[in-house]
């Protein structure tokens, strides 16, 4: 059974740093494009970054450029999501999905992920101001 495993989130004050990691069981994550999602309270969930099986990373929302990174190592078969100079605004539940994407340089659409993806439980972030 294909699984996404995420580490728990956790409480941060503003101006600092959190790595969320997302574990894959079942299937190799480097024939796979692998997207984070948050989505805040009250809010839909949106695209926040997408690495392509490829090695290219694609910003679904420019409001995290310069602040987040997204890094795979296929030896663990997981990928993370370092998140450095923490706002209040990115508090949310962030998700981790898989989409197959074998060879690709390209992610997919950030409104593509909804079917056909495998998607982890979501944790939770809370930056404090």
């Known amino acids: 059974q294909v699984q996404l495993v995420q580490s728990a989130g956790g409480l941060v004050q503003a101006g600092g740093s959190l790595r969320l990691s997302c574990a894959a069981s079942?299937?190799?994550?480097?024939?796979?494009?692998v997207g984070w999602f948050r989505q805040a309270p009250g809010k839909e969930r949106d695209g926040v970054l997408c690495?392509?099986?490829?090695?290219?990373?694609?910003f679904y929302t420019d409001s995290v450029k310069g602040r987040f990174t997204i890094s795979r190592d296929n030896a663990k078969n997981t990928v993370f999501l370092q998140m450095s100079s923490l706002k209040f605004e990115d508090t949310a539940v962030y998700y981790c999905?898989?989409?197959?994407?074998?060879?690709?340089?390209?992610?997919?659409?950030?409104?593509?992920?909804?079917?056909?993806?495998?998607w982890g439980r979501g944790t939770q972030v809370t930056v404090s101001s």
């Open positions: 079942e299937i190799p994550l480097d024939y796979y494009a």
């Open positions: 690495r392509s099986s490829g090695g290219s990373n694609t």
């Open positions: 999905a898989a989409r197959f994407n074998p060879g690709s340089a390209t992610c997919p659409q950030s409104t593509d992920w909804e079917i056909g993806s495998y």
